[in-house]
């Protein structure tokens, strides 16, 4: 057997150019050590111990542990003793496993359940994940999991090599901008504040290292649970390598099993965690800029958007609304009696969203400061300096909020713009940001909730704590009515705590394309609650580029136009008559689909479904479909195709299986096509999938304007059986986690004589209303009769589109359309 002095290769020419430069121009440096890696030896002991497994060459250990029956974990402690098990991304590592169990072979050891089986060589430690039904998954390079010893931080530089098959694709990693197939590419992760970004600029503002693999129309995902500074390379240094590797920290990865992309975004959503159900208001348009004041010009954008019928729910106020940017304060000259103009925005239905910054004005006669200083929460440099640094207000010094009692302390310091009204909070610069250098040194020490480090562990973390000692504050501040947060910085996980927005982009038809498909990543990587600045934050934007932002917008979970303080003014209505309508147009539909959109989130809050779903993951067997990154469904019933380029009149379109309804003319068209349709400026193509039912509510210009007295429901018939899913409840409680909501299910299913529609209700909340006006498309007869549960509805008509339209209770169980 190989000896630990045997594993180690000393690699004297990988002493890097950048130390041999620096040696020569500074001959007395004598840190320069040679990069040791060492490897896995042969596997020599085994153990077990619940749902894990211990493998041993005789100094380093790798625990194998069996999370879920499709989850499997794998950490590696090169010289056999591992970190203690805490991480920010999955509050609880096991889940329920029906049957598991570990098998000696001759050259190989198996850790296997009903879906998975773990193979570990003997000889050479090589880890592979089999499908049990079908074949190979994954499997290591030779020497993948290898490690190098950190001298001047302690721990390890830590790596992991996969075979990267030659049809293989990879997708996720959050926070990217360029192509959602991942291929061919190296990625970091290191939280930036990337103002003004580019196509494939990278590093970004969000940390996600978690990917999806597939290849032989298999899926599955691995997710290195490492805060450090980690990367990912997908077959760019060579081609038949993907690799994940990091400063720091454990080698630590799950392995979640597919087959389907959804099943991995699903599973991956089971150990990070979902969004908590909105406020039913952060659904509806939200208007921004840097920054609407004084007051006056704050009630001038609301007094518009209501006087010309733009329905919008929320005015942000940036930070010049502080006193001197300094965190919890107002700026008296410009709000002189905020508590005043909150309310009355808010009886006029808007909600006020503020900012708030993490660094904190070095001003010992301001009250955060004085607090923070006396309580010792502010971060600290190695040796006991505070961290300084300059951001919006000067010298700054800036909470741990890694620390769980500065969470608490920070959690509080919301409590009179709370008690005043204040609906939402917009935690901004938590990369964290610096001016100058960028972000703190490493040196900087965290509490990291008692398991201390570096910058370097608690970089890509510090937003994400930020906004969760937030989120957590407001919660008990609120008195359990649903905080609502955003966030621009964040780690696997945040979504727990906050909505995202994709940061200072452009107002170019470029970044059009790229917020578009960064959406679609975040859905797929956890993030669900996702937006672009519409309009672009900075630099100027047409009508037309601004009126296609806003329908592309209509279908971003997160809905908001902001831009910059040196920008021209950026409303819907700042172009003139011709494009206000078609911006009010799509508002509108914003709202008339509002059930459809809550819908669609309580679908991601409780089963882990994305929000946004690439096409690719519709049909992931047909690989093509990667490259169409510019079309996604919202929810799996409506197909949205952008409009992405300038000028354009019709676009191209691809239709996934089955059939789809032009949601404009209701004309069907078979799906597996392409087809080029009509996109003219007041237009964009979107598609219904046959069988399904579409809640809609009426107009109105802010959620809840106006109590519902009836509910539509757009069937659309179809000849095969499909099921939807309408969501309700209070709309700003949590009272669905007792139950009180409802969830329908509606089934439908039709052929040339008739059509079905069956009802399922599950749940304890009551809406108001007592009808549905129902509208049918597509049916392929003349109606004679409607049954309702027994009952014949004689009032019914056919419009000129050929629509049915009728009311019945919406308590109803089956409706039956006949000819006969
Ligand atoms: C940052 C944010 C931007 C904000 C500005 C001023 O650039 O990304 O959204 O408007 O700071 O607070």
């Known amino acids: 057997m190989e000896s630990q002095n045997d594993k180690k290769e000393e690699i004297g020419d990988l002493i890097e150019k950048e130390q041999e430069i620096q040696h020569l121009n500074n001959p007395v440096d004598i840190s320069i050590k040679p990069i040791v890696k060492q490897y896995l030896g042969a596997v020599k002991k085994v153990k077990k111990e619940g749902n894990r497994f211990y493998f041993s060459d005789g100094d380093a250990r790798v625990e194998i542990r069996v999370v879920s029956d499709d989850i499997i974990r794998v950490r590696l402690a090169p010289h056999g003793v591992f970190l203690d098990d805490f991480s920010y991304a999955v509050p609880e590592v096991d889940q329920k496993v029906s049957v598991f169990k570990m098998q000696e072979h001759d050259d190989h050891y198996t850790v296997s359940t009903h879906a998975v089986t773990c193979k570990i060589e003997k000889a050479n430690f090589h880890i592979s994940f089999h499908d049990n039904i079908t074949n190979l998954v994954m499997v290591d390079e030779p020497n993948s999991m290898h490690w190098e010893e950190n001298v001047d931080f302690g721990g390890y530089y830590i790596f992991a090599t996969k075979k990267c098959h030659p049809e293989e694709n990879f997708f996720g990693l959050g926070d990217k901008s360029g192509n959602f197939n991942l291929r061919g590419r190296r990625f970091v992760n290191w939280n930036t504040d990337a103002y003004s970004y580019g196509w494939n600029q990278d590093p970004l503002y969000r940390t996600i290292p978690f990917y999806i693999g597939l290849h032989n129309q298999a899926a599955y995902g691995i997710f290195f649970d490492n805060t450090f500074k980690s990367y990912f390379d997908f077959g760019s240094e060579d081609v038949n390598k993907t690799s994940f590797w990091s400063d720091g920290g454990e080698l630590q990865y ?386 949205i195709c952008p409009v992405l380029e300038q000028g354009a009149i019709s676009r191209k379109v691809y239709l996934p299986k089955g059939s789809w309804y032009n949601f404009w003319t209701n004309e069907v068209l078979i799906g597996e096509n392409e087809y080029t349709v009509e996109a003219k400026i007041d237009s964009m193509p979107i598609f219904v999938r046959a069988g399904s039912v579409i809640p809609e509510y009426p107009v109105m210009q802010y959620v809840d304007e106006k109590a519902i007295t009836e509910v539509a429901l757009n069937i659309y018939h179809s000849d095969y059986e499909v099921n939807s899913y309408m969501y309700e409840d209070h709309g700003d409680t949590f009272a669905y986690e007792q139950d009180i909501y409802l969830e329908k299910r509606f089934t439908v299913k039709g052929d040339n004589s008739q ?50 339209h009728f009311k019945c209770n919406k308590n109803f169980t089956e409706i039956q359309i006949s000819s006969l």
């Open 254 to 639: 799950y392995y979640i099993h597919g087959p389907h992309m959804m099943d991995v975004v699903k599973r991956y959503a089971s150990l990070t965690g979902t969004h908590p159900m909105p406020p039913k208001w952060t659904l509806g348009y939200q208007q921004c800029r840097w920054s609407y004041y004084p007051e006056s010009k704050v009630r001038d954008i609301a007094k518009n958007f209501r006087d010309r019928k733009i329905p919008c729910d929320a005015i942000y106020l940036d930070i010049d609304y502080m006193d001197g940017y300094r965190c919890f304060t107002w700026n008296k000259k410009y709000f002189s009696d905020p508590r005043k103009m909150i309310k009355d925005l808010s009886d006029d239905g808007f909600k006020t969203v503020v900012m708030i910054d993490p660094g904190i004005k070095v001003d010992d006669d301001y009250w955060v400061f004085k607090e923070g200083k006396e309580k010792r929460f502010f971060c600290r440099r190695s040796d006991d300096y505070y961290m300084e640094g300059h951001v919006w207000p000067g010298r700054c010094q800036f909470p741990d909020f890694t620390n769980p009692k500065v969470r608490a302390w920070w959690g509080n310091l919301y409590k009179e713009f709370v008690d005043m009204g204040v609906a939402g909070f917009w935690n901004d610069m938590n990369e964290p940001a610096v001016f100058g250098s960028g972000t703190f040194p490493n040196d900087v020490r965290h509490n990291y909730d008692g398991y201390r480090g570096s910058h370097r562990k608690a970089h890509n973390v510090y937003g994400m704590q930020m906004v969760r000692s937030t989120y957590e504050g407001l919660k008990k501040l609120m008195r359990n009515k649903r905080p609502f947060t955003i966030t621009r910085a964040g780690y696997a996980g945040m979504q727990r705590f906050a909505s995202v927005w994709t940061g200072d982009n452009i107002a170019t038809w470029e970044h059009l394309k790229i917020g578009n498909i960064q959406c679609q990543r975040l859905s797929v990587s956890g993030v669900p609650f996702c937006g672009t600045d519409i309009g672009g934050f900075s630099g100027e934007p047409d009508g037309e580029l601004f009126t296609r932002w806003i329908q592309l917008g209509t279908f971003s979970p997160f809905m908001r136009a902001h831009s910059a303080g040196d920008t021209a003014e950026r409303e819907p209505w700042s172009f003139g008559e011709f494009f206000e309508d078609i911006n009010r147009k799509f508002i509108e539909l914003r709202y008339r689909l509002m059930p459809y959109l809550y819908s669609v989130f309580w679908e991601h809050h409780r089963y882990g479904f994305p929000i946004l779903r690439p096409l690719v993951m519709l049909e992931q067997e047909n690989i093509s479909n990667s490259f169409r990154q510019d079309e996604f469904t919202y929810g799996d019933k409506l197909l």
């Open 755 to 804: 059509l079905k529609v069956i009802q399922r209700s599950d749940g304890l909340y009551t809406p108001n209303y007592e009808l549905y006006a129902c509208n049918v498309a597509g049916l392929k007869f003349q109606v004679k009769k409607i049954i309702v549960d027994n009952k014949e509805i004689k009032e019914f008509f056919t419009d000129d589109k050929h629509i049915l």
